[in-house]
């Protein structure tokens, strides 16, 4: 092991490699060429216009769109050879994703922990119920939560197999100022603690100040500005990624 670490450090920091992705809707060409990578332990954001190609990208990251060009390598491998060893290290959790609608939220997580074949699937559950403050949610019937509570659920069901990538579309768009705040800051620590690394959508932007290092504005498709939030802000001459936002996204 040892006599590997250079090697094997250089391999384990890219978490993920998009090349040239491309997806077409019929005449609509949702993603134009978008290449971007995530290392370990970073949070990635990519910020648009509504309809920019944002969750197209992401689909296509989690095998749930299959590109019509371009590559995905994920911990070092092709997703399309290796599909199912890479897409067990992966989650996600977005608030329109449905879940079983009738089971009871322990219920609902049990399931997802033996589906994911988790070695101690009770006592993760539990870890999670705590971290995510779901106690009091427990005997409730998923379909009967209310939007917020069910994001946190969702959160719940996305970490349960430590997944070594995290993909969140939107994932505080239901939630109130105060819950939103508190699963940022869990997030940043999941990030920081684990060396999981993030690939984030947000249209909240001190959010996405708050949590990613690095940002891909995204717009008709294509990639048209990368940076930090200050790198950003500093490249446009603006205060702050709000007006980035505006800026990028009235051409
Ligand atoms: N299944 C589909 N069939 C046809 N067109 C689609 C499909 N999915 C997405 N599109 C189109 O692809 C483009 C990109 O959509 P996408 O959902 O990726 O945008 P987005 O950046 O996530 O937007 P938002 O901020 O509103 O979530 C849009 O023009 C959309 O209408
Ligand atoms: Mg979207």
Not at 100 to 121: I, S
Request: with cysteine; glycine share 10%.
């Amino acid at each position: 092991m040892p006599g590997h670490a250079v090697t094997a450090s250089i391999d384990v920091m890219t978490v993920l490699e998009a090349v040239s992705l491309t997806k077409r809707f019929g005449p609509v060409t949702a993603v134009d060429g978008v290449s971007f990578s995530v290392g370990e332990g970073e949070i990635v954001g990519l910020l648009g216009p509504n309809g920019a190609g944002k969750t197209t990208t992401l689909h296509m990251i989690l095998g749930l769109t299959t590109p019509d060009s371009g590559t995905i390598r994920m911990f070092g491998r092709d997703l399309a050879a290796h599909r199912t060893w890479a897409l067990s290290r992966v989650n996600f959790a977005a608030s329109y994703a449905s879940l079983p609608w009738v089971l009871r939220v322990d219920e609902l997580l049990d399931v997802f922990a033996h589906m994911y074949g988790l070695r101690n699937p009770r006592r993760q559950v539990t870890q999670l119920m705590e971290l995510l403050d779901l106690g009091e949610l427990r005997d409730r019937r998923y379909g009967q939560l209310s939007s917020g509570q069910q994001t946190r659920v969702q959160l719940a069901k996305s970490l349960l197999n430590e997944p070594g990538l995290l993909v969140l579309d939107e994932p505080t768009a239901n939630l109130d100022p105060d819950v939103g705040d508190r699963m940022r800051e869990l997030l940043l620590r999941e990030a920081h603690r684990t060396g999981r690394a993030m690939l984030i959508t947000s249209h909240n932007m001190p959010e996405v100040e708050r949590m990613c290092s690095r940002i891909h504005f995204v717009s008709g498709g294509r990639i048209v500005a990368t940076g930090s939030a200050a790198e950003l802000a500093g490249a446009y001459g603006v205060d702050d990624l709000e007006a980035v936002f505006l800026r990028v996204a009235r051409g």
